[in-house]
Nanobody, 125 residues
Framework: QVQLVESGGGLVQAGGSLRLSCAAS????????MGWFRQAPGKDREFVAVLSWSGGRKYYADSVKGRFTISRDNAKNTVYLQMNSLKPEDTAVYYC??????????????????WGQGTQVTVSS
């Protein structure tokens, strides 16, 4: 089992920044693909960003490309999401997710085995 705990959410004005953290525990962090998803009220959970276990491959949703950066520190078993130039439409609960690295799609939430409890991000206009 992998336990994931997110932190770093909060209220920020449009144009501001936040950094989310996701601390993993329970087993070795190696060989896990780590992703961030978000869910706004009344909407489906959507892909935000993903990082391969080695950190060599990163993918982003078009809506956050150029503004968000995903990174990981395997020594600390932690993955980060740096969010800059935040917009009101970024308001959502942000979830960290993990699965064993494989060749399948990174985009679909149902492919991830482990999830954090979520952290609220609210961007005011």
């Amino acid at each position: 089992q992998v336990q994931l705990v997110e932190s770093g959410g909060g209220l920020v004005q449009a144009g501001g920044s936040l950094r989310l953290s996701c601390a993993a525990s329970g087993r070795t962090f190696d060989n896990y693909r780590m992703g961030w998803f978000r869910q706004a009220p009344g909407k489906d959970r959507e892909f935000v960003a993903v990082l391969s276990w080695s950190g060599g491959r990163k993918y982003y949703a078009d809506s956050v490309k150029g503004r968000f950066t995903i990174s990981r520190d395997n020594a600390k078993n932690t993955v980060y999401l740096q969010m800059n130039s935040l917009k009101p439409e970024d308001t959502a609960v942000y979830y960290c997710a993990a699965r064993i690295e494989d060749s399948g799609s990174y985009y679909y939430s149902w492919r991830y085995n482990f999830w954090g409890q979520g952290t609220q991000v609210t961007v005011s206009s």
